[in-house]
Each structure stands twice: as structure tokens, then as C-alpha cells.
């Protein structure tokens, strides 16, 4: 693999010598940066190559962002040897934090004198202090001092010292924070005297608690996978973590391990990875209006994978894969850019009773959660703060999103709440066999559940207070469409890389021409999308290639495939009796006659078959086989290697050799 300081070199070489005629002046940082996320790349040398320059093209924009990407910028910069440009972008970002943290301690102070202050008892009898610093850019700039402090100026290892050392929180929440701030405070206590720590700190697991807690954190993403998986926002916290055991405070083993479970977090990834799109529910992920650009952590899968550009700079996972020095197995590869054949891709994230499917086929893949239930207890949920299950395809126009979309939303709403309508468990469950998905919404109408303005958000408005409903988003850049919902509940649409049809069991009506009503729009404002009513509700939506239905135009196959549908496919909603009384009960009949019946919170079958998801694996496509709690193995049919989640060993050899 290319070295970063070849990297840079090139990279600083470009920016000196452009490849413009001498009369054409050169671009700026802004036009040089999006040059280069316009441009494609065929390998990942050209890629990597690509996201140093456009890391290094604007270092003056990198030293104030707040992203905590900026950190492995300059850490791009300092280990190629230029020292002081590195160092401006750390002292940047140490300077702001330290600014924002006196901010909220003079804050503190001032509504302390106005007796507003309301304080967080803890459970040392203090009170919760001030500053609460970002664990986020905590992680960063640890980072960057455990490799470079020697490097550093008395002055900057001083407000390394005054930021680590008077930061008072030390306890997650969330999947991600609650692995990332355990590991910033091991390293800072490792780093600088711990009774330099506040005493009116809030504290999680530290010292060999926390070690202890690393371990077992570590084991379940490779035996479970990882928290949050799939989230544009949180993957990186979850995962990216598990690179920084590798420092000279942690034990070499743990390191290790943590290393091993980073490279099996990307194999769960790849089966699922379509040229930019990445094609499978998250547990928790936003916005829901996506591009094939990836965005978030799916840059760093960009990285290793390649597919359409993102948008490059020093603030992205992008720079975070570069910077690192783990690249994945060229059979990690292939399974994430094999797209030739069709093949269905399972896996089991985000708990016990939660099961994903993702049909990838070409150049779309259709994608949802599956759920079920103890016999007693509480209903499995899920994360509503989700973009909603549907099809991703290739969408090589980069003003439409590459996702069509079908839910019972949590939120459709101005302003939309938790940045996606999200999808209501509580309401909606799925079923999906390949190319088709069933979604079956149950009690919409109950009066207890219905929407709600809420006073808290200034201006915050519903789409309706009545009841709820389910949602389908129709992204603009469609070849094609037929809009039969008034007259049968169906609507057909070709976006040259997919055909995808819509059957609801009762009618209503899409206006192409309405726009998206939450948040501000949708993705563009010529986007639309249309919603269905009723006390129950079933709906299906069937995928196809545009090859598979041929025509002199997209208008010819998207009839051909309408007509198809129309031939043999069926949507039916009854009820169905339970202890808890009746529940709706859905089924799809698709075009080739396959039939999928779900009973809400209760049965799932196909062509009658009860769907076994006792048997589940945690993945599951045509390379990467991976058990509940079991050893993953990839293969290319030549090559296996086998990665043992008890011995924490990794082999390769040639298959069918022991």
C-alpha cells in the first residue's frame, strides 16, 4: 500500500503543478476540492490519493471546522513531516474547545448569581460541574497526542492538559458514547495524574472496570456485532474506536483483539455495499433522504470500496481510513464490489429479535428489518430514529436521492424531529422474500396514539393530529410513471436502474406534482410522496431490473412490468385472532406467485413456510457466513480465511485445506 508520506508528497505536487495549461489559473482550495469529489476513481491508490489532496487542499477551512475528522488531517500532516501545519490545525481545535469550555463555566457562574441554576446531584454528594466537553473531539485530539505529543509545544501540551484535566464529563449514554468516553477517560488517566480530575465529575466505568467493560464490548462486536451498526453518524464512534487500542497505554492483546473486531465490523459491511449506496435498516442512522455520494461513515467504507464519489475534504471518515494504516483483505473486497450475479444478504444486528435482509441485485438493492417477539413481556422495538426500509439504486444524478422509501413514520413533521420520519414499531412491521417487501400496519387509527403538536419546539406543526398512516417517499429523477392510486392503490415508477411497484390494499392518492411536507422537503423539491389510510394497512412494493422488462423506452418496460404485476400479484389484508385481541394480517402475492403473509407481532411465512429466524445468521451472502456467536469465515471459492472469535486468531489458506 502506498505510504501517506507519497501520499502527500503527490498530493502537494498537484497542488503546485495543476494540470492546467500555464495560462489558466489554478483552482481555489473550494474548486480543487470539488474537482475532486466530482472525479471517479477505479482503484483504492487513486481514491486514497484523491482524499489526501482534498484534505490538504484547504487547511485553513480544516482549522475551523469542529468536525473531530480534523484530527487525523493533521495527523496526515504530522506524520509526513510537516510539523507546523499539523500542529495550527491541533492548536486550532484544542483552542476552540478550551473557548467553549470556559464559555459554559462562565455560563454556569452567571445563572448561579440570577438563581436559575437548577443542579445534577451525584452520587458523592456534589453537584454535576461544568465544563462538559465533546466526547467526540475528546477522542480526537487523544488520539492525536498519544502519537504526537512529542511534537508539541510546552504551551500545547499545557491546554492538552487543562482540557483533559477539567473536563467533568465522563459518562455515555448512547451505543457509541458509552464506549468512546470510558476509553477517553482510561487514556487521559493514563496520560496525566488522575487526581487532576475534577471532583464534580460525572463518571462511568474507569480503570479496570473499564477494562473490563473494553473486553466485553469488544467480544460482542465480533461475536454480535457492532452497536449502531450501519449508522452514517455513529458507525465511526463505534468501530473507529477499536483502532485507537493500538497506543502505548493499552495492553498489546486488547489492542489486538480490538483490531480484529474493526476488520470483522467491515466484513459485516461489505455484503451490503453497492457503489456508494449502503444498502442495508441501521439501528439508528439519519437523514432519510440519501444520494449515492455516501455521507457520514459511509465515506470510510468509500475508502476501502470505492463506488461514486463523496464529497471530499479534511473533515470526513474519508480521511479518518486514509489516515489509519488497517486496509482490508482483498476477500473483504470482493465481497463488498462482486455485484454480478443477484444474491440476498441476512444479518442480525442491533439485538437478539431483530433480523435485516437485503436483496442486492445489480444495481439496487431492496432492504428492511424484520422483527418478533418474547411469549411474554414487552413488544421487541426498534430505534425510530432510522431512515425508513425500501430500495437504494444507482443514481448517477448527484440532485436525487437514490432511495424510495415505505413506513409508518415516527415523525412527519416541521420541523422533522430527530432529522428522519423514522419508522413506528409500534404501528408497522415488515416482511421481505428477495425483491419483495410487505409492510403491515396495524391500529392506526387508535386514539391514543395519534400524532401530536409538541409545545417544547417553536413553530413545530404534524402533518396531521387524526391518526397515523403509512408513507412511501418517491425521490424525483424517475424515466417513468404510472399512477394508478385512485383507481387500484398501485403506483409504478423506472428510475433506470429500478422498477418498483407499489400495491396498497386499499386506494388513495399520489400527486407527483405535492411535495415532501417534513422537515424542509425531502431531499430536492420536486421529490414527492403519498400516504395511505386506514385503521390497518397493507402495502407491498416489488423490484425488478429495467433489463428483465425490456422496451424501445422507459415508458414501454415500466408497462411491460406493470403488466407483469398486474397478472399474478395480489395484496390482502384481514385480521387475525390473538390473546391480546385482533390484529391486522397482511400478504403479497408477488409476480413469480410467491406468497408472503405477516400477522402483526406475530407470524411471518413464505408460500406458507413460518420464516425460521431461530436459525439466523449474524451474516450471511455468498462470501461472508458468519453464526449467532460464531466464527466468521469469507471466501472467494479459492481462499478462505477464518476468523476464530474464542482464540481471537485469524487463518488463511486455500479451501478444502484443514
Not at 90 to 106: L, P, T
Not at 229 to 257: Q, V, W
Not at 570 to 576: C, E, M
Request: aromatic share 12%; glycine share 8%; net charge positive.
Amino acid at each position: 500500500m502506498t505510504s501517506l508520506c507519497t501520499l502527500i508528497l503527490a498530493a502537494t505536487l498537484a497542488a503546485a503543478d495543476p494540470a492546467e495549461p500555464p495560462e489558466t489559473a489554478a483552482p481555489t482550495p473550494k474548486g480543487l476540492i470539488a474537482e475532486l469529489s466530482a472525479r471517479q476513481y477505479p482503484d483504492a491508490k487513486s481514491r486514497e490519493a484523491a482524499i489526501v489532496q482534498a484534505a490538504l487542499a484547504d487547511l485553513e477551512a480544516v482549522k475551523r471546522s469542529p468536525s473531530p475528522m480534523t484530527g487525523w488531517t493533521a495527523q496526515l500532516l504530522l506524520k509526513a513531516g510537516r510539523k507546523e501545519e499539523g500542529l495550527a490545525i491541533v492548536r486550532a481545535y484544542i483552542g476552540e474547545r478550551i473557548k467553549e469550555a470556559k464559555g459554559r463555566m462562565a455560563d454556569v457562574e452567571k445563572r448561579r448569581q440570577a438563581g436559575t441554576y437548577v443542579p445534577f446531584p451525584l452520587p458523592n454528594g456534589r453537584e454535576w460541574g461544568e465544563p462538559h466537553v465533546n466526547g467526540f473531539g475528546l477522542w480526537s485530539m487523544v488520539n492525536v497526542y498519544m502519537r504526537y505529543h512529542d511534537q508539541m509545544d510546552a504551551a500545547l501540551k499545557a491546554d492538552f492538559q487543562w482540557l483533559f484535566t477539567h473536563n467533568t464529563s465522563w459518562a455515555g449514554s448512547t451505543g457509541n458514547l458509552s464506549f468512546l468516553i470510558p476509553l477517553n477517560l482510561y487514556l487521559t488517566e493514563k496520560i496525566w495524574d488522575p487526581r487532576l480530575l475534577p471532583v464534580d465529575g460525572r463518571y462511568g466505568a474507569r480503570g479496570p472496570g473499564a477494562v473490563k467493560m473494553f473486553e466485553k464490548r469488544i467480544a460482542y462486536t465480533a461475536s454480535r456485532g457492532s452497536p449502531e451498526f450501519a449508522s452514517r453518524p455513529y458507525m465511526i464512534y463505534n468501530i473507529g474506536t477499536l483502532l485507537s487500542f493500538d497506543n502505548p497505554y493499552t495492553d498489546k492483546e486488547l489492542a489486538r483483539r480490538a483490531q480484529m473486531a474493526y476488520e470483522m465490523s467491515i466484513a459485516h459491511a461489505a455484503g451490503t455495499w453497492l457503489n456508494g449506496n449502503w444498502a442495508t435498516p441501521a439501528g439508528r442512522s439519519y437523514p432519510g433522504f440519501v444520494t449515492q455520494a455516501p455521507t457520514g461513515c459511509a465515506d470510510m467504507l468509500w475508502t476501502y470500496f470505492g463506488g461514486k464519489t463523496p464529497r471530499l475534504g479534511g473533515n470526513t471518515t474519508a480521511v479518518f481510513a486514509v489516515a489509519e494504516p488497517w486496509r482490508p483483505s482483498p476477500l473483504i473486497v470482493k465481497a463488498a464490489t462482486d455485484r454480478a450475479e443477484p444474491y440476498v444478504h441476512r444479518s442480525r444486528f442491533d439485538g437478539e429479535r431483530t433480523f435485516q435482509t437485503s436483496f442486492v441485485n445489480r444495481t439496487y438493492a431492496l432492504f428492511s428489518t424484520a422483527t418478533t417477539h418474547a411469549p411474554t413481556g414487552r413488544k421487541t422495538s426498534i430505534w425510530g430514529q432510522t431512515y425508513p426500509y425500501g430500495v437504494m439504486f444507482d443514481q448517477p444524478a448527484g440532485d436525487c436521492a437514490s432511495i424510495c422509501w415505505l413506513t409508518v413514520p415516527c415523525y412527519d413533521d416541521r420541523p422533522l424531529t430527530n432529522y428522519t420520519p423514522g419508522v413506528n414499531s409500534r404501528f408497522a412491521e415488515y416482511l421481505q422474500h428477495r425483491g419483495s417487501l410487505l409492510l403491515v400496519a396495524n391500529n392506526l387509527t387508535d386514539p391514543a396514539n395519534k400524532p401530536k403538536v409538541r409545545t417544547d419546539i417553536k413553530g413545530h406543526r404534524p402533518f396531521s393530529t387524526d391518526a397515523w398512516y403509512a408513507l412511501a417517499y418517491v425521490p424525483h429523477g424517475y424515466l417513468a410513471q404510472i399512477n394508478d392510486s385512485e383507481a387500484s392503490g398501485r403506483v409504478f415508477l423506472h428510475y433506470g436502474s429500478v422498477l418498483i411497484a407499489f400495491s396498497a390494499s386499499q386506494k388513495f392518492k399520489w400527486d407527483p406534482a405535492a411535495t415532501v411536507f417534513a422537515g424542509k422537503g425531502g431531499f430536492h423539491p420536486k421529490d414527492s410522496e403519498f400516504r395511505v389510510f386506514g385503521k390497518d394497512v397493507a402495502i407491498a412494493m416489488e423490484t425488478a431490473r429495467p433489463d428483465e422488462f425490456p422496451g424501445a423506452t422507459p415508458a414501454e418496460s415500466l408497462a411491460a412490468f406493470r403488466a407483469a404485476i398486474l397478472a399474478r400479484s395480489k395484496v390482502g389484508l384481514t385480521t387475525a385472532a390473538t390473546p391480546a385481541g385482533p390484529v391486522a394480517k397482511g400478504s403479497y402475492v408477488d409476480r413469480f406467485g410467491t406468497k408472503l403473509e405477516k400477522t402483526f407481532q406475530g407470524e411471518a411465512t413464505i408460500d406458507g413456510q413460518p420464516v425460521d429466524y431461530a436459525r439466523w445468521p449474524l451474516v450471511d451472502n455468498p462470501w461472508i457466513h458468519q453464526d449467532w456467536d460464531g466464527d466468521m469465515r469469507i471466501t472467494d471459492g479459492v481462499t478462505e480465511r477464518i476468523y476464530d472469535v474464542k482464540n481471537w486468531t485469524i487463518t488463511e489458506r486455500k479451501v478444502g485445506s484443514k
